[in-house]
């Protein structure tokens, strides 16, 4: 994989991680710049996104580069039967680096296989989704001071939620402590339980979203229940709205207790939460304009 891709979160060091925030940080004083001039940067959505998609162009946008791409892959050749690498190798004779998201776990480190330019993985599958780690970081250390010590709770579906497998990877490099709240058919998957094991991680594993578990925490991390990738409908009708944050249920939380969600949230948080100062879920998705300025001039070689 060329070096300049960025395929899954733990393809970062941690000095590599502090190195993005820092550029976020630089980026968030100064966000208009054209230091990309002459640079074109395909973003590639075989899946919905209005954040992601959005906020990458925007970065590019405002670094003065330019911008192609689709928002809908039936409006492709794929529409056609073209497949996932020929249109990788198209767009890398247009492009300097590709922005991608796919439906399918493993297409964007296939795609970062093949492509002789560096692919940045929008979200793929139910697998990683990197770029929304670095905005997650990015404003954990800026709401927090710090990314040491964190109890994180993560609510919802922790099945199929690819930004709560990238944060919990990244996070492994500074001592959190994890509440999982889920019900059990979207449960954590054991293979993120056992890289916590293997990183002496401390987690505990909850179906109860319980005021006691809400009190003790320092990032409620929300999401959403991902419909797009249950086989089972009823499955998906029986668990799409179990849990609500509402409001009350901040009353005696910690101070610095802040309510993320990488969006968009359905049933997952109540719109009387919006006016809590602890909500920060609108303030997270603006921060990842400065986190994929950062992600661009990292894949394109630009200090
Ligand atoms: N958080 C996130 O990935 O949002 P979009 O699906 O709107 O890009």
């Not at 710049?33 to 074109?40: A, H, S, T």
């Not at 997650?136 to 993560?154: C, E, P, R, W």
Request: net charge neutral; glycine share 6%.
């Amino acid at each position: 994989m060329d070096k300049k891709s960025l395929v899954s979160i733990s393809d970062l060091s941690k000095e590599e991680i502090v190195g993005l925030l820092n550029r976020a940080a630089e980026f968030e004083k100064n966000p208009n710049q054209r230091i990309l001039e002459g640079k074109v940067v395909a973003t590639l959505f075989f899946e919905p996104s209005t954040r992601t998609r959005l906020s990458f162009e925007t970065a590019v946008n405002r670094l003065g580069g330019r911008v192609i791409g689709f928002s809908d892959a039936k409006t492709s050749s794929q529409s056609k039967g073209e497949t996932l690498k020929d249109t990788i190798m198209m767009v890398s004779n247009y492009a300097d680096v590709i922005v991608m998201r796919h439906h399918l776990e493993g297409a964007a480190r296939y795609a970062s296989e093949i492509s002789p330019v560096p692919i940045v993985n929008a979200g793929d599958g139910a697998n990683q989704h990197p770029s929304q780690t670095m905005l997650d970081l990015y404003s954990i250390y800026k709401t927090q001071g710090t990314l040491d010590n964190q109890v994180i709770t993560m609510v919802g579906d922790l099945k199929y939620g690819r930004t709560v497998h990238s944060l919990l990877e990244a996070m492994h490099f500074w001592n959190p402590r994890f509440n999982f709240v889920a019900c059990d058919e979207l449960k954590m998957p054991d293979k993120y339980k056992k890289f916590c094991d293997k990183h002496g991680i401390k987690y505990h594993e909850t179906t109860e979203f319980s005021q006691e578990v809400i009190n003790e925490t320092d990032i409620l991390y929300m999401t959403r229940v991902q419909g797009e990738r249950f086989t089972d409908v009823l499955e998906y009708e029986r668990t799409k709205s179990l849990y609500t944050l509402h409001n009350e249920m901040l009353a005696n939380s910690k101070p610095n207790l802040k309510v993320l969600h990488p969006l968009p949230r359905i049933t997952e948080i109540d719109q009387d939460v919006d006016d809590n100062p602890k909500a920060y879920f609108f303030q997270q998705a603006k921060n990842g304009l400065y986190a994929r300025q950062a992600i661009l001039c990292r894949a394109l070689g630009i200090e």
